[in-house]
């Protein structure tokens, strides 16, 4: 992969072989009448636009936003900007061992590692039931749970996010657990764990872990609705009591705190309003530590939307 | 019934004999020590104090507010008011052949011809499937849904209040469809038929279809989510396609359409829309009708709570 | 017309003979000094921009966005992108017989069929004092009403929109006052002819009947208010007693329901109410019905901005 | 009026003769079925029950709250508190000479001083059809302007209070004009002037200047919708140009600016802009000189509802 | 203090000495214009109003509402109430050896060991002059410090309760520190030690620890403000460079989040962000289980203000 | 400076000498590698893009926008639009004699003759401890208080705008306390002298009077919070007593009225009301006047952005 640090020095001519993250990609006509696709290609270096000129009517469909490729081609000008003309391109395969972390953000541990922490905690609850309806929808959950991002846009939307997003938030709950002594630790550890778990259905993913789009149950119900209906069903399954299940529903549905950011119902009990607070936390922590690694210090950051359009000053 | 049209106008010392509901009862304690009962009495004349002086340790929990009874006893006086000194005690029985309109709000049409009205509706529904669904639930739903209200002290607080509630919407519900050609009855009325039927779960009412409490699950979670995972259910059992059950679900989750007042998403296809429209107006036609029922022509009513503290005119 | 169907087919240096409505025009100056009509041009078949470089004083001042216009020139092509180059243009004349719903949105009824049906409701009224005050206002709007919008960009922005707008509110108020018959339908009939005529004076709108812009009345007063003055003097003209005409004032003053959206009093009896449910009702569905047919089965429409940013989902 | 100081001081049994303003007054049955007028009488020194055992059915018609009555009757002893045993009782009548200002709240002006000086501002203005404009609704106001108050509740809810407050805002409207002297000062003054006319409408108040409830009219329009219409009419016969007749209805309809205050369009040129402000400052300083001179210096007022419960610092 | 737990059990007559808090006291008039003390004193076991009829004049200022006083007495029996016949009275002096738990509510710990524990975090900064800043405050703060409350109605309103809440808020800081490693301890655990510092000076506490009032400079300005102020002036004299003393101050002005709620900044870095959360948890969670341990298994609690008025589920 | 006047209809080729601000400016790279400065200039008569092709390193760093400049050099012309190729530059010195007028926005009334002004008004006040805390503060502003600006966007962003907006104010206030006799002239004016005075602190401005940026202490804390710190210190100098100094600070924290605008506390005595009303009026006079210079007789200004969206109607 030395190419790919060198694309952004290459001049006009010079030839390139490298791989890319395809960011968007169109299909366009020629006033001659050809259609070429113009891609525009990624990586940590940053975005160049490509034209692949020869293009069969199989690649218009087969190259699509989010997907790794590898492409060689050399360097053109057009209209004072540099642009890569494609000669040849395929999608990167296994025994190119691409590592992923050069083109799309991840979560700073590797998946397995978190899945196995987070398997500590679930191990360690006492109650069996609870314990079995985690357990149940997790396996439900099955490989995608690895990858899957927490956000379309929001915090935690990195390849793994949810993952990360939801161990944190454990560590956490366990510390204040420890502090506010009179909490349940197995209720709030299944509430953490299952919290977003219905992102999976409710936002797609493609196999980088990018998020693509909100899904159509996604978009008619929310991953709030969806978890509770799963927790239900689960629950059923595991006989678990009718009381804890409900409680464990509520946690999901007044998660979000607000009607308007998705919950009709507001924490009813100290479990739940907890549950929310690490969930924003977590978020918030996640957004600034980012905001401010983009930041000069004595400098203040630019607005972000996430943060209702605060600036963050770095030290 | 005679007796009752006189409470009103008995003096102090003459005896009594009639039927009341009791709308608050407590248990207390004279200075010597004595346990004694204290209860308001009411009928559609109007509401009276009465104390049962010799009460049994059963008679504490036996007589409940909300519960028809038939009294004996005599108008006493105390402090300059009247109230009812109770001799006898009992449970109205069916042979009583008690009016219960005279006691109660109830709706203007007998339960038995509404459902049999609604049937109508639900026969007339085309797509099969969609039918067995509502069907399941309204199976499911049993007798209570005949004398059920619809609030604890909202619009349509009344004993088969659910069930007028939702016939009347039906009515005007198949209006508006012949004017906007485009809705989809079936789908429409599905959506109308299930919007509140989760009510029954939410709300504990007593053998009279008067609302005693929130039930803890209706707390916790509230008609709309109960109503989902009902939904999801009987669609399951009925075989319903999982588009058309996904959009009878986002009806109920929208059909509050304010996230402050339960619905975490607004409508997002015209049968949605509608139905919230038809649930409000029915509930404003309601408010409106009964107050303006109790006001003058040329005056303005009290403020009204449901309605953000209007004051309505009477022409 | 068969060249309309044709421009988007010519290739460069082809003549052209089409109309055209003008979409914007602006005058320009070349580097050397000569002035031309830089225009867009739009139809059914979508915009083309057009220049007309021997263009008269006259002419600058002649041709104005939303005018039907025949043109005579051919295909030119600049900066990649094909242009008209007018050698002739003139407005369109009534010989010329162009059917204006290749140009512009319009109802879907002639709006001779609409006022005729109009006036059947109106005739319909038993209330004669207050049958004649609408009579005297119709009167009063004249032509305008046959052809005038009913918004600058909302719902119901087409030719004979308001009175589209209007009488599809009479059809369902009709069948709403069939529900709830303590409706006073004479009072409902004549909120619904007279809530939006004062746009008749808010909006300006050309022959075509596309508004152009807020009057300065409009936009110092509004419709509402204006609505109000006018209802003041036809009632005062029609010797309608002074309550009827307080409350058809009172429901002009409500219809929008919320003081943010222009209402300083909500409705306070049952007519009112129902006359703003009536309303947003039928905005909703011109703007849902609009929107889905503009989008894929199993797919969301864009955000819509007159829907609170909702995406519809279309069956 | 040398009784009026001792009734405080009058113990059981001791006579009274005195004047009072009937606070409440309402007609009860005694236990034996006697009507009897239960009446509130107050002065500047506080209220007392008063009870008028032998009541005639005229009486019960005749004595009505906020009216002057001179009361003959003696001092009694009532479940530990004092009340007036009325022998007599009647309306005050001029002869009496008794000074309003020791009963009621009244504007620190008389009203014949404080309307010449308006009519000062009035004849000072140069745009003579404007002056006549505001001149027919001055003469069409009448001797209601002298006393009228401002409000039911609110801020100058005094005797006069409605031609106090317009006169202490043409002050200082006339102050800033000489800071802003790009204002208007003719329409400013014709705004200043208009602003609330429509109150002697809006709110009925009894020959002694008291407000005492809304009008019908008021209720369903309010003053602002009024005082345009009023505008209207009288702005045509003074043959006042459209335009500022158009400026001074818009002056009306933002003076409240805030669309839930009452205005649905907030201030469009600086003369209407100033008018709002010259309006709640006015309020302001009335509500806080008013809550100050109850409060002892060093400490705070209790909170005040018409200040969004804000408490006051006294120094 | 046996006699303590008997109170509530004396019959009439007999006679009583025990320790009470003074909870309202007023002075009243006797019909033969006697002055006597209405006194409604309180323990652990409830309220009992009590009457000193032969009381001196400076009685009537000595004795205030939460003042800790030993009665002897008598019970009475007034209108079917029992009462306390208060023959002596006297402020309880450090030899009577009253355990102010019976009387009021108090931290769960001891002032001293948490004063301590606290001392422990200080120590533990590494920051000199940050550390310095702190020291300088505390040591202004005083023995004052020990038994503040940390509100005059809401959380923590409690003997020492200001000396609690900074304590978990410090507990828990460590531990979310430990999880959010790039947190800057020494800045979290100053901004968490100072935040509510000012509420010394905002509140007015007794002798016992018991809120009285706010003061004048508390309302005018608020402990926000106040607090800011008393770092500013302590970070100059220790030497603390400007840069921490801003970050500081504006941790302060932040943490309570929301412009309505006091902070006129949102938080602009992860440790003022941080010290919020820590707060509202904090509170939230004191609320919480402090409703809860008065509401039975299965139920909801009362409809708690300090949180949205919502009732709690306690399992 | 006859040529500033020409620059506009010099033709491409003609060479140029002229004062020019700079708007922006930029260093860019050819496709050759040779840095330059891409600068837009402008004055009254409007903006040109100017480039700058020989530049050395220092030029970058020398020109900065919002500096004056003396440009020789010549009209070019690139894709069709006119630009000024720079030959030589170089900053603006005093014996340019260049009138600052023609280049930024500034104040009506030269700042010197403000100045005085104000002092007037200071040395009116009788409360000499407060004149002394005034004194002190506006001596520590100097001579930055004679130009600086008293917004970076909003109203009176101009040369000498702090000034010109609390000159006006103290006018205005001046007058009102005419009308309002009761207000204490000494508090209110020194309240106007000082609600603004930390914006020197807040708002960092360059030699001309331009505001350029936020400064860190005036992002993390404002110029409320600033000035409130700073009359603490003076006030403390100059010996005045704690209320009246704790009545400043109470003034400037809530001048902003709502806590959403900055301020958490809203005025508590009337001095600090109308120093709020004054401050808005003033600000509201300004953009208004401001707007409707720019707009013609008869028509509506565009939407303003710090009115709330409004557009202004000018007569």
Not at 46 to 63: H, N, S, V
Not at 76 to 104: C, H, L, M, P, Y
Not at 244 to 262: I, K, N, R
């Amino acid at each position: 992969m030395t190419e790919k640090k060198n694309w952004n020095e290459l001049k006009s001519g010079e030839s390139l072989v490298a791989f890319f993250l395809i960011r968007r990609v169109e299909t366009k006509t020629t006033a001659g009448g050809n259609r070429y696709l113009d891609i525009v290609l990624g990586d940590a270096g940053g975005e160049i636009t490509a034209r692949m000129w020869d293009c069969k009517q199989e690649d218009e469909t087969l190259y699509q936003s989010n997907m790794l490729v590898k492409i060689k081609g050399s360097i053109a000008e057009w209209q004072g900007k540099r642009q890569v003309k494609i000669d040849k391109i395929r999608a990167v395969v296994e025994d190119d061992q691409v590592d992923i972390n050069a083109f799309i953000p991840v979560a700073p541990y590797s998946p397995e590692a978190m899945y196995a922490e987070l398997l500590q905690y679930l191990s360690g609850m006492e109650n069996v039931k609870l314990r079995e309806t985690v357990q149940l929808l997790l396996t439900e959950a099955g490989e995608k749970l690895l990858i899957h991002p927490a956000a379309v846009q929001n915090h935690h939307a990195l390849r793994s996010g949810l993952l990360y997003h939801t161990l944190t938030m454990l560590k956490a709950g366990e510390k204040l657990a420890d502090v506010y002594t009179f909490l349940d630790k197995d209720l709030l550890y299944a509430g953490i764990m299952l919290h977003d778990v219905a992102k999976l259905d409710e936002i797609d993913a493609n196999a980088l872990g990018i998020a693509t789009e909100y899904t159509v149950e996604g978009q008619l119900l929310g991953h709030i609705v969806q978890g509770i209906k799963k927790i239900e069903k689960a629950a059923g399954k595991a006989g678990l009591d009718e009381e804890t299940s409900l409680l464990l529903q509520h946690m999901l549905l007044s998660h979000h705190y607000e009607p308007e950011y998705g919950s009709p119902k507001r924490p009813m009990f100290p479990e739940a309003e907890i549950l929310h607070y690490l969930d924003i936390i977590d978020a918030r922590m996640f957004d600034m530590q980012k905001a401010l690694n983009e930041t000069e210090p004595g400098n203040f950051s630019d607005k972000l939307w996430t943060l209702n359009n605060r600036r963050l000053y770095k030290r």
